[in-house]
């Protein structure tokens, strides 16, 4: 049996709770689906930024710009330093705000100078130069990772469904269909689990909250990459994050896919699985209760 815990949407935050819970629970690993960077400055940015080919810091200024990040990437090290320094190894991917690029989801098309893409494209390896010093968080994303028999296989994050018709879309399709195919005999046996930051669009997961910027609002904003992966391959479980306000479970197939919620909020979920019956329970950790009191339903 294996214990595991998964969390996401950090934001800059990480609740003490879950140190509580790892102890308490005996767990033997976490999962993150990602969201370290909290995106601060989010509200100047859809005022001025969304749905337009426009770079913020053409708005207010490099300068401006240059301090706004490097804010937010230091809020991001708070959770990350928290993940760190558990006694159990954290398996991650990348969300959406942790600058990964949208080159697995569309063709990204440089119509502006080299000083635009300098520093838009800057921010992906600030990130990831942080996220290496911490040598006990493990990224998997468009690979796989493995604990004990278990194969978990990883997307990175991005924020809207992608285009089907792009290179870039069927380039990292290939790459996953290849590593579920690699693993096809684990697969069979209940013993891959999908992580990605984003739901499986048009699914009870991926449904945009009434406090959203008007023009997505109350639409699904999912992934066609994550469903379409499911779909054809069947893993026993898939786990997401991303839309805080639509967190639960649903099913393709025979895929059950939980979207674990915000750990900003102090939410997660606790999984037990069985390698050898490939058999799940979970249970959900829910943000309006207190510290050591946290088990919810299955």
């Known amino acids: 049996m294996i214990k595991f815990l998964v969390l996401g949407d950090f934001h800059g935050k990480f609740s003490k709770k879950f140190e509580i819970i790892i102890k308490r629970e005996k767990i033997d690993l976490v999962v993150s689906v990602g969201d370290y960077v909290p995106f601060h400055y989010r509200k100047l940015w859809f005022k001025h ?8 810091w053409e708005i207010i200024g490099k300068k401006k710009y240059k301090e706004l990040i490097l804010k937010d990437l230091n809020m991001a090290e708070v959770a990350l330093r928290s993940l ?8 991650t ?12 989801v569309m063709d990204e098309k440089k119509k502006r100078g080299k000083e635009y893409y300098k520093f838009e494209w800057d921010r992906p ?12 968080i493990r990224r998997f994303d468009y690979s796989h990772i493995k604990f004990n028999n278990i194969i978990f296989i990883g997307m990175r994050g991005h924020s809207f469904p992608g285009r089907v018709k792009s290179k870039a879309y069927k380039k990292h399709n290939k790459i996953l269909n290849d590593l579920f195919n690699k693993f096809k005999k684990e697969n069979k046996k209940g013993k891959v689990i999908f992580v ?18 008007k023009r997505v609002r109350g639409t699904h904003r999912g992934s ?3 469903r379409r992966i499911i779909e054809r391959h069947q893993p026993l479980l898939h786990l997401c ?24 909020e102090g939410q997660g979920v606790l999984i037990e699985l069985d390698e050898n019956k490939g058999k799940i329970s979970y249970k959900r950790i829910p943000s309006t209760m207190a510290k050591k009191s946290y088990i919810l339903n299955s």
Request: glycine share 10%; with cysteine; proline share 4%.
């Open 196 to 213: 990605s930051h984003i739901p499986p669009i048009n699914t009870r997961l991926d449904k945009i909250g009434t406090k959203a910027h």
């Open 84 to 91: 760190n320094k558990l006694h159990v190894l954290v398996f």
């Open 224 to 226: 066609k990459l994550v």
């Open 125 to 136: 390896k600030l990130f990831l130069d942080r996220l290496k010093k911490y040598r006990n």
């Open 93 to 104: 991917v990348l969300g959406n705000t942790d600058y990964p690029l949208a080159d697995d």
């Open 241 to 264: 994050g991303h839309v805080h306000e639509s967190c639960g479970k649903d099913n393709i197939g025979k895929t059950l896919t939980i979207n674990v919620g915000s750990a900003y």
């Open 49 to 56: 930024c969304f749905g337009k080919d426009i770079g913020l």
